[in-house]
């Protein structure tokens, strides 16, 4: 067990570099099961979430070299595994794009139901649902998911999802790319990693369009090959620094950003009465600490990110006067940080009917003993110990570290006094 320990009051300075999209990386790389020949993944995070895919990867037959930090080379080719071992697939959460790749390259598939951040109910009705309709025979269970050709084969579908899934879009995208015929996917999600992983497959020589719109075709090919490819920078990494600095307050050039992809994020912050600037590929915040209230509500992309719910609550905490934060992408993930934050003195209100949480700023939080809940949640609270008085410590770090690399060395390069204490 470890757990940070933070020293408020420190401003942040310098720059801070992004790391490649947890996101993106995390549907990239079981992707690389659908070619044969090796893939070179470049700006592949350092994050557990991708180690523990590399493991499954590995541990299904693949040949996985990692010549640098942030490169991996993955050679699916003598793959010939239909079930990945369910204690390492209960891991992680997008280890179901297994799913999708492995009916895509073999027609079955037999996955665990996947582990992860579990901060609301997550269905997948909507990736099943799509199975079906590319003609798999599906059975479902409690504890894993076996999918098999039905009677008619598999072929492709038009599939139009109940609602614009991030997962549903990327396992139905995957299972499409070697399915004989055309895959339409409408009300489609659109998030950048969805574009990355289009991307991605396209160059490995796979036939998708309108990644990025709310219809995606996908044509079946034959087989893809092996290439290079380098993963986007994560908008929820820089997302979070941004929403850090106009927290606690500095100045930071956040470097290898795509600033289209923060265009939100960086309003908001700006009307909470932040700098922000941007460049070709960094955005620089200046702040002093002094936000006014805000009001936000979360959207699929390119809305408001439910993953940035909880950082933009800290300043939300912060901020002047009444601020209010509605979240419509799951209504139960206010509960992953308000406790807490409530313990460090911020003054939160939840009105469950409207899915809304109301913020009355404080003028300072006060250091806590806290425990991370989910990624994200844990992210916020690393947020609001760098602005309080005092020390908080904070639990429960390895859902941090699913998706950040080297937080600690970061923060520390831009000022902060933020420490990792072993047990
Ligand atoms: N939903 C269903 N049925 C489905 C699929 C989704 O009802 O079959 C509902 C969900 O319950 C939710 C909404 O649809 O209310 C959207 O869920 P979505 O499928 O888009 O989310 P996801 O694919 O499970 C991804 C990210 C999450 C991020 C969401 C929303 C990955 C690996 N995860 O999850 O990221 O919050 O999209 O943008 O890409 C994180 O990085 O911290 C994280 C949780």
Redesign the pocket.
Known sequence: MARYEIKGGNQLKGSVTISGA??AA??ILPAAILVRGKCRIENVPDIS?VRILLDILRDMGAKVVQPELNIVEIDATNVACTRPTDSLVKKM??SYYLMGTLLSRFGTAHVALPG??N???????????GFRLLGADVEDTNSYVCLNPGPNGLHGARIH??????????NLMLAACLIPGMTIIANA?K?P?IVDLANFLNTMGASITGAGTDTVKVRGVEELHGGTYTIIPDQ?EAGTYMAAVAAVGGDVMVKNVIPKHMECITTKLQEMGASVVEYDDIIRVISNGKLRGAAVKTR??PGF???MQAQIGVCMSLAEGTSRLIET???TRFFGYTSELTKMGANINIIKESKMAVFEGVQRLHGADVAAK???AGAALVIAGLTADGITRVDNIHFIE??YQNLIEKMTALGADIKRIED
């Open positions: 947890k996101n995390v549907a979430d959460r997008a992860g951040c901060f609301a109910s997550r269905p997948i009705d909507q990736h099943l649902k999802l109940d609602m614009a899934s991030v997962g549903a879009t990327i999600a998030e990693h929820i699929p992309y990110p439910t993953d992408v799951y209504e989910d990624l994200r699913r998706g």
